[in-house]
């Protein structure tokens, strides 16, 4: 009976090695490191960032922590390329959850009528127990919304389901609607519909201060803007023409952002929080700001914590 080899979470099999003469972990190492990196974040490079590596054989993770600790400072074996994904897979689901509850914890807060950013900065203060995750307008990038559901997927065939992770999910995916709900109702509020106005959104890429446009939810709020019959623009020094899309089509171009242009918009949704963006300049001239990042904290008549 021929042994089965477990590369990852997926199983597959050696037959196509062993025709071809050779062996794993004699023959051919097969190693497995999940990639491990925070866009934008200047503290940390790749040499710094500890490295996890999992091999198919003992000789196998030797061959790869051979190879990474030429590059890496530090590596971090693990028994198996099953575990070495299971550890990329627990990295971006303990975010996802985190976050998914702490926007659920930022709409319970509002209509309470309290800070929900002011709760959070009061709690990091804590010195064990507890870990600062802040809310925002829903979750973007590469791995963070898709990663936990390809365990969500595979748990289904060993008859479990994934709550935590599926809930969080939800959660996060309605984040957007939730950022234009309340761009339709400080408007409403101030005498004025969607259909017809001009709202600027700040901000397209998935995070601050990069140019990474993948899954994020501004786009998302933007559709919905788009939708609502709204003049819809943006401004993102990083993204100076928004660009092809799979699901999403905007001929637009980066708003340059002056006095002039600010006060021009009905509204603003602050989206993505770059640090490029000049916020005292915003506040003052921007006739409603829609925060969706926690970016002003002080209370005035032309803002709005979403």
């Known amino acids: 009976m021929r042994k089965r080899f477990h590369y990852s979470l997926f199983d597959t099999n050696d037959r196509l090695v062993e025709s071809l003469g050779y062996a794993v972990g004699e023959h051919i190492f097969v190693a497995y490191s999940p990639e491990r990196e925070d866009p934008g974040n200047a503290r940390y490079s790749t040499r710094s960032i500890p490295k996890v590596v999992g091999?198919?054989?003992?000789?196998?993770?030797e061959a790869?922590?051979?190879?990474?600790?030429?590059?890496?400072?530090?590596?971090?074996p693990v028994s198996s390329t099953r575990a070495a994904e299971m550890t990329k897979l627990l990295e971006n689901i303990h975010r996802a959850v985190n976050i998914g509850l702490v926007n659920e914890m930022k709409i319970v807060a509002d209509r309470?009528?309290?800070?929900?950013?002011?709760?959070?900065d009061a709690a990091a203060t804590k010195p064990f127990g507890f870990t600062p995750y802040y809310p925002g307008p829903g979750l973007g990038g590469h791995c963070i919304p898709i990663d936990p559901f390809y365990l969500t997927w595979k748990a289904r065939e060993y008859g479990l389901h994934t709550r935590f992770i599926e809930l969080s999910g939800e959660i996060n995916r309605a984040m957007p609607e939730y950022v234009f709900s309340k761009l339709v109702k400080a408007l409403n509020d101030r005498g004025q519909p969607v259909k017809g106005s001009r709202i600027l959104v700040l901000g397209v890429a998935y995070k601050k201060n990069v140019d990474d446009m993948r899954e994020s939810p501004s786009v998302e709020i933007m559709e919905l803007i788009r939708a609502a019959g709204a003049?819809?623009?943006?401004?993102?020094?990083?993204?100076?023409?928004?660009?092809?899309?799979?699901?999403h089509a905007f001929d637009l171009s980066s708003v340059e952002l002056t006095e002039e242009s600010v006060a021009e918009y009905d509204a603003v949704v602050l989206s993505t929080d770059h640090a490029k963006f000049d916020y005292d300049m915003i506040r003052a001239h921007a006739r409603l700001i829609i925060d969706s990042r926690g970016v002003f904290r002080d209370a005035a008549d032309n803002i709005v914590k979403a």
């Open 55 to 61: 091999g198919h054989t003992p000789a196998c993770l």
């Open 112 to 120: 309470m009528g309290i800070d929900v950013f002011e709760v959070i």
């Open 231 to 247: 003049d819809l623009a943006y401004s993102d020094p990083h993204v100076p023409v928004f660009p092809a899309m799979r699901e």
């Open 64 to 76: 790869g922590e051979t190879l990474y600790g030429a590059v890496i400072d530090r590596i971090v």
